[in-house]
């Protein structure tokens, strides 16, 4: 027979554990958008776009990613982060949408609207207006690898037979620079989720997939995270919609 007083404590601890197996049974977070920032070192009206979209890397609910390009690298200050494939996707962007509209801090909404990176306004507007994404992505431990899981398009208005491109993003959660040159010297200026490799990595055809993707990959660029986004193609091979996305980040179990 239990003491009364152990008696008490045990039912205090089942107490404290209730919420605790409440939250994990919730589970993670369904994503609900994916923020692309354009954005450069040398571009005097990119600050506040880069310091507004920590607040997007915050929430759990949406995959925010800054992908710094270098055509502003001439004003006398090349970018320590950039990449001319993050140059040549924000072109692909234009080209599939027709507009041709390429500049920085530039705001691309799950694959498709683009808005001014630093107007707030406008991306809450364009969150708040978007369709919800199709296809549930999800990404799990296992052993010494990520699984991730593509499912199946609850939209009927998808072909089944869509081709859709499955992109893993690695990128660190915060990098601080100092800028010696161009329209932002002798400013320090800190970049959040900054994507430091962008690569395909399966094809999904509207059946369920799963890929296993080795941790050693994550090791190996020192990266804090990874987002994975399941990505339409456009006619021409373009990047088109987002049709699901997940993220995950540096933990215990890393």
Request: aromatic residues 8%; contains cysteine; proline residues 6%.
């Amino acid at each position: 027979m239990f003491h009364p007083k152990t008696s008490w404590i045990l039912a205090a601890l089942c107490l404290l554990a209730v919420p605790a197996l409440a939250a994990k049974a919730q589970g993670p977070t369904k994503v609900s958008a994916v923020l692309e920032l354009f954005t450069s070192q040398g571009c005097a009206s990119c600050p506040p776009a880069d310091e507004m979209l920590e607040d997007f890397a915050k929430r759990q609910d949406i995959v925010a990613l800054s992908l710094p390009v270098d055509y502003w690298d001439y004003l006398g200050w090349k970018d320590t982060l950039a990449s001319h494939e993050f140059t040549d996707r924000q072109k692909a962007y234009a080209n599939a949408r027709g507009d041709r509209q390429i500049y920085t801090p530039q705001m691309i909404v799950n694959g498709t609207s683009h808005v001014v990176g630093s107007d707030r306004t406008a991306i809450d507007a364009a969150l708040e207006t978007k369709p919800p994404l199709a296809v549930p992505v999800s990404m799990d431990m296992v052993g010494d690898a990520i699984r991730v899981k593509i499912g199946e398009t609850a939209d009927s208005t998808i072909p089944r037979e869509r081709k859709a491109t499955i992109w893993l993003a690695l990128y660190k959660r915060q990098v601080a620079v100092p800028i010696r040159k161009g329209e932002n010297q002798d400013r320090t200026l800190s970049y959040y989720n900054v994507v430091t490799r962008l690569r395909p990595i399966a094809m999904w055809r509207g059946e369920p997939v799963d890929v296993d993707l080795p941790m050693s990959e994550y090791h190996q660029a020192n990266a804090d995270g990874c987002a994975i986004l399941l990505q339409a193609e456009t006619a021409n091979g373009e990047p088109g919609e987002i049709l699901g996305a997940a993220f995950s980040e540096k933990g215990a179990e890393w």
